[in-house]
């Protein structure tokens, strides 16, 4: 700042003087004493900053004057970086080496949890007689933690661990009682008298961007980066998709590739483009007879970032396309963890002994996201639709009342979302609805909390709303409820909703990050 | 009476009016980052504010890295990077609703100096890798005396350790027994005193040190030894602009989004020959003019 601080005092007077004009104009004699006063205050202050001035000047002549202290201790010269490192070893035990470059994250999330069904219960009864599934309350926690080792720009490794429940339905005979059969949550449930809960092996990977994929000038064509992970990881296809399709705890394993691109770029306009090719092994049998099940996915994404006028921040549009190609996953009982004696994860497709109705999953994605900045305020509109493309062909579902399950085959979602979480503070809200076909989608891996207290998965549509604010930086209070009802009125399915069962659910989470 | 009283509260309106333009219409504009450009920035901001009363403007240091980690918490206007924005802090920003916008606001050629007693004119770029990796140890190993090489650096901290690092070493590390000094002038004070010293820095900051010269490079064994310092001891401007001094650096300011109103007119004026003066004043290079 260069004005004069008399200016800023003056102003400040003023208006102080013109916040209280009722009582100060009361009288002109009053009046005029205030100012003469403020004028001789003026003045006051006037004479002592001259005063410090000429005593600065004074000071500053007199530089030499001022006196150091007798026997001052010499400055001890720097130490060289070897032998730093050397006194960073010996008092770490060589620790410093390892832990060089290495980033340390995790979360822990406290859930209260609500659960209110009405229809028919699923307790095998056929046929189905109207009994309602009890009300549930429960707690529940999350808790990931893990690091990632970065060895050089271009090569890291990431390891973590989660929280989860093991094998609730597969009963103590099981040997799939001891393990976690639910790839898509990390949540645990309170209980057991308190025992000691379990906690797994989230994600695992290794990570390679080569810095000879970059290309071109960063302005103009260009390939920005290459990325070639192997592992369990984070599911890079999440980008373009909604939760209609991927459960964000999901972490598939097997390897995927990245590259990134910039098609244009000029004043008003930043045009960006990826594509993602994911091999993912989804279940390896050493058994003759046996076909290894596995997912080919595909997406191509496009990123125009544009400016509009009016508009401080610019519009950022992302659009998608999917094609998830799914590899004998339909059967062999490939939809089970464990196989034929296994827990399924059918959650909701529909079955027929050994093998899902549905000929195969070949599902065709379309995503597509705008973010835009009124006021400063994030909104975010979305849409997605996804069709099985092999479906039509499909086998009848078994049950007791056996419906012809050809059909489901389309899947959409719409919402919108306005606010973001980042900082102390900051608040979202979000709607959104989703439409999920019984044959569209597979239920093992789409959004486990759309539904009841222990299935996820496909046949159903509803509402979820939700509600976050970030209380510090680090700390966020979420509220969900999901409103969710059945598409069909089939019956007994594993893991499906039943007839005319429909479910509220609520939760109030507390997230810490770290 | 009533006139005398409307006299009295129309010149205090009046004087309110004279003083509300210039104290309240100021536009702060807040600078954070690199420690590099910290310097230049306040002197930038310095002239610019003489020039533009109305405006307001507080530059502070810390380094790149906290200068684009405060753009993304919103926390200041503008961020000084002596590197580019990294692909994850792009990342970041967009997840916080901003779209970082880059301007190259000036150049910066780094010197590479021995003591000025020291026979050497040259090394290339293989040459002075080999020398900060620790492979070459012995001044004869380079064409000098046999004499072992003192090496200095600067502190890891330090932008231009990295840049050093990242452009020439190539992502290598330092040499262990490096000895690590906290700043250019320190590395100045060394070199002029150690005959076999080497060290590196601001080429401008070397021009006038006594007992320190500044060694030409070669980008290979091939090309030509470019001298980032003209023989009549001025900044070879062109050395830089072209490339052929290939040990030059942009340095940066970051804004969250298109800049508008009193910022746009700030980074306007920084890239105006005016601004560009005052690159030149501090010591770096001037962005090349326009064709």
Known sequence: ?514 | MKTSRMVVRGALVLALAAMIPTAFAAKNITVKGSDTIVVMGQKWAEVYMQKHPEAAIQVTGGGSGVGIAALINGTTDIANASRKIKTSEMDKAKAAGYYPEEFKVAMDSLAIVANAANPIKELSLKQIQGIYMGNINNWNEVGGPNQPILRYCRESSSGTYTFLKEQVLKNKDYAADCQTMPGTSAIANAVSKDPNGIGYGGAAYYIKQPGVKILSVKKDDKSPAINPVKADGTLDYEAAWSGTYPIWRYLYMYTGFKPKGEIKAYLDWILSPEGQKIVEEIGYVPLPLKK
């Open chain 1, 1 to 514: 700042m260069r004005h004069h601080p008399f200016t800023k005092l003056a102003s400040l007077l003023v208006v102080c003087l013109m916040t209280f004009s009722s009582a100060a104009f009361a009288d002109e004699a009053q009046l005029m004493d205030m100012v003469k006063q403020m004028q001789q205050q003026m003045t006051e202050m006037q004479s002592t900053v001259t005063a410090q001035k000429a005593e600065i000047q004074a000071l500053k002549a007199n530089g030499g004057s001022i006196q150091k202290a007798p026997g001052g201790v010499e400055a001890t010269p720097p130490m060289s970086e070897a032998e730093f490192n050397q006194r960073l070893s010996d008092s770490t035990g060589g620790a410093n080496k390892w832990l060089k470059d290495l980033k340390f994250s995790g979360d822990l999330r406290m859930r209260y949890e609500a659960f209110h069904l009405t229809g028919n219960r699923n307790d095998g009864t056929t046929p189905p007689v109207n009994k309602y599934q009890p009300d549930r309350n429960r707690f529940r926690f999350r808790l990931r933690y893990g690091f990632e080792k970065t060895f050089s720009p271009e090569v890291k490794v990431g390891f973590s661990m989660a929280s989860g429940e093991k094998s609730a339905a597969a009963g103590s005979a099981s040997p799939y009682s001891v393990y976690n059969t639910d790839p898509i949550s990390t949540n645990q449930t309170l209980g057991q008298l308190s025992d000691f809960k379990s906690i797994w092996i989230e994600k695992a990977y290794a990570t390679y961007t080569p810095e000879w994929a970059k290309i071109g000038d960063s302005d103009r064509l260009s390939v920005s980066g290459l990325e070639i992970t192997g592992g369990k990881f984070t599911n890079p296809f999440e980008k373009g998709s909604t939760d209609m399709i991927w459960d964000r705890d999901l972490k598939p394993e097997g390897a995927y590739e990245k590259i990134d691109a910039r098609l244009l770029k000029t004043d008003s306009l930043d045009l960006k483009a990826y594509g993602i090719a994911g091999q993912f092994v989804l279940q390896e049998s050493g058994n003759v007879g046996t076909k290894d099940a596995n997912l080919w996915a595909y997406q191509a994404g496009l990123n125009p970032v544009f400016y509009v006028s009016g508009m401080e921040r610019p519009i950022d549009a992302l659009s998608a396309l999917s094609i998830y190609s799914y590899q004998n996953y339909t059967q062999l009982n490939n939809w089970d963890i464990g196989g034929s004696s296994g827990v399924s994860q059918a959650n909701g497709n529909p079955t027929n002994g050994a093998r899902l109705a549905a000929e195969n999953f070949n599902i065709l994605s379309l995503y597509q996201e705008i973010n835009f900045y009124p006021y400063g305020i994030p909104v975010k509109p979305f849409a997605e639709f996804a069709r099985n493309m092999s479906n039509r062909s499909g086998t009848p579902a078994t049950g007791p009342t056996t419906n012809s399950m050809q059909g489901g085959e389309d899947a959409w979602s719409l919402g919108l979302t306005l606010g973001k979480l980042t900082k102390k503070g900051d608040l979202q809200g979000s709607y959104q609805y989703k439409y999920i076909g019984a044959n569209s989608v597979v239920g093992a891996f789409n959004d486990s909390d759309f539904g009841g207290y222990n299935y996820g998965g496909t046949d159903k549509q509803g509402s979820v709303i939700k509600l976050g604010y970030n209380l510090t930086d680090y700390l966020t209070l979420n509220g969900a409820c999901y409103l969710v009802r059945p598409i069909t009125q089939r019956d007994l399915t594993t893991n499906g909703m039943q007839v005319d069962q429909s479910v509220r659910r609520f939760q109030l989470d507390m997230t810490y990050k770290f």
